[in-house]
């Protein structure tokens, strides 16, 4: 069978059990198979292509048929334009939390920073903002052993492992050192929604990177808190929060302190991360 053919009835089942990206799906599991990039595909569609690949791509159509997400089953996520190694451990980097990073950036250019990233999951955030601020170092940390192992990983084959440490740590519990800039993409759905949530979250992404208590804020409050101990004078807190959260975590850091200073809006003009300094440092 050949390239076209096979991506045509792979994009129809998973159109069939309503799998939206019906067709991207099918195209990125198995150029990923094949060690080849979504063009080739294109290009070469009169290609033929081995029984072995054709087992090992219904066995991917499979998982994507049962909500599995992509990301998972090729055990990677572009983000920052970098593929990242994710598994189920750690939440599926998203373009929103690009977001968080793009200002940053813009900041904090040319300066060399300490950065600390709290629940670092996959460390997509802290390593693509090392892998920008070229003078930088950062910690990154989470209560999950086995993200910190994926954290790890990618600082190692994006070679940044040189400027990036990560450890398995309780942030009520963590008092190491002084940072310039805490970032957080915390769990923020509140307990009663994770259920209202797609399969393809609810089945398989980390529920306690997910569940952000009663009413979806208790991660902020410990990071918020926190901060006061962690920042240097001027430092910056930036925290990516979920849908129609603006104002219950703006009045929380107005509670601890902090002052706004910046907000990142997405598409919809939702805001999705504030920017915030100690009152009276900045």
């Known amino acids: 069978m050949n390239l076209e053919n096979i991506i045509k009835k792979a994009s129809k089942t998973l159109k069939d059990y309503n799998i939206p990206s019906y067709e991207l799906d099918a195209e990125v599991l198995l150029s990923d198979l094949m060690g080849v990039k979504k063009e080739f595909l294109i290009l070469n569609n009169k290609t033929d292509i081995s029984a072995e690949i054709i087992k090992k791509y219904k066995i991917a159509i499979k998982r994507r048929i049962n909500r599995e997400p992509v990301a998972y089953i090729t055990g990677k996520k572009e983000f920052w334009s970098t593929e990242f190694f994710v598994n189920k451990s ?11 990073i793009y200002k940053l ?26 892998k920008e601020l070229n003078k930088s170092y950062g910690t990154g940390i989470d209560i999950s052993k086995k993200a910190v192992q994926i954290a ?10 040189n400027r990036s440490k990560f450890k398995v740590f309780d942030l009520e519990k963590f008092n190491n050192g002084k940072y310039d800039l805490i970032v957080s993409n915390p769990p923020y759905i509140p307990t009663k929604d994770i259920n209202k949530l797609s399969r393809d979250i609810t089945n398989y992404e980390p529920k306690n990177a997910l569940d952000g208590g009663l009413d979806g804020l208790d991660s902020f409050k410990k990071v918020i808190y926190m901060s006061n101990y962690l920042l240097k004078l001027n430092g910056l807190l930036s925290l990516e929060i979920g849908f129609n959260q603006y104002l219950q975590v703006s009045r929380l850091l107005k509670l601890y302190k902090f002052r706004e200073t910046h907000k990142e809006y997405d598409y919809k003009r939702n805001v999705r991360c504030i920017i915030s300094t100690k009152e009276g440092f900045f």
């Open 90 to 100: 750690t939440l599926v980097p998203r373009p929103e939390t690009e977001l968080l």
């Open 105 to 130: 950036v813009e900041f904090y250019k040319f300066k060399k920073i300490n950065i600390l990233d709290v629940g670092t999951g996959s460390g997509c955030i802290l390593l693509s903002l090392l």
């Open 152 to 161: 790890k990983k990618n600082a190692k084959n994006l070679k940044l492992n």
